[in-house]
């Protein structure tokens, strides 16, 4: 039988399922346990979080998260080169950005609040808060709002692999790099993950767009991931890939040897 996906679990528990999907969810509660327990601790969550009074976000995470948006701006996208990443904040773009960046950290926080307050499963829920706002993040059309679903991923201190596979997925699929760009990132943070440095040779097999590639083959690098050699090598020898991409491969693969 087919699993249920956590994010159609989501949206049942919203009432945006049809109602062919609904009552497939409703078999599957029935007949499967473990999508039951899931349900219910989904729902949980939910009217858990409707109840939490929005405390204040640090400083430093607003600063972060700040500096991420600033970073990965689409008019800097180029077709050869990393997109660049200033320095300061000042070249944040629409106040409205920011808004909608607050309450994304004010819902973070609120839930690592109410969380903090339980002795029991604390780590444990807070991952799951971070899980289902991610899933709901990465489904969304804006950019935007799909490279916050890799910010989000700050705040968590333990390499969970749900969220290091989200993450993955993001940084082999996504159609814009600056997206693909903000989950690399994110992963970094796991770099002593097995897992994370999985993702990220998975990323580099796809054929990324050049930024991306340029990004993975640093990271690998400096990284002194051995794996990526055959990639490098690759590259090298491919006379369809642009001289300075090639010239960095040759570059990584001259540090790593």
């Avoid at 599957?28 to 409707?50: I, K, W, Y």
């Avoid at 204040?56 to 990965?72: I, V």
């Avoid at 320095?87 to 609040?113: D, K």
Wanted: charged share 25%.
């Amino acid at each position: 039988m087919n699993r249920i996906p956590q994010s159609e679990l989501i949206d049942y528990l919203a009432g945006e399922l049809s109602p062919e999907r609904e009552a497939a969810v409703e078999a599957a509660c029935t007949s499967d346990p473990d999508t039951a327990r899931e349900l219910a601790s989904l729902r949980q969550l939910r009217e858990a979080t409707a109840s939490v009074t929005d405390p204040e976000p640090s400083p430093a995470a607003d600063q972060r998260f700040a500096k991420m948006l600033a970073g990965y701006g689409e008019s800097t996208e180029s077709p050869t080169e990393p997109a660049p990443r200033p320095a300061s904040v000042r070249h944040l773009r629409p106040v409205a950005l920011l808004g909608m960046a607050a309450s994304l950290m004010l819902l973070v926080f609120g839930l690592g609040w109410y969380f903090g307050r339980s002795d029991t499963s604390e780590l444990e829920r807070q991952l799951a808060a971070t899980r289902t706002l991610m899933l709901e993040l990465m489904e969304a059309e804006q950019p935007t709002t799909r490279m916050r679903a890799a910010t989000v991923s700050l705040e968590v201190e333990v390499a969970d692999p749900v969220i290091i596979r989200n993450l993955g997925h993001l940084l082999r699929t996504d159609e814009k790099a600056n997206v693909r760009l903000a989950a690399l990132d994110a992963l970094v943070r796991f770099e002593s993950a097995p897992a994370a440095r999985d993702e990220m040779l998975a990323a580099m097999a796809g054929d990324p767009p050049p930024a991306v590639r340029v990004q993975l083959l640093e990271t690998l690098v400096a990284l002194n991931e051995k794996r990526v050699l055959p990639y490098l090598e690759e590259i090298i020898n491919n006379d369809r890939i642009p001289r300075p991409l090639r010239d960095a491969a040759e570059l990584g693969t001259f540090k790593l040897i």
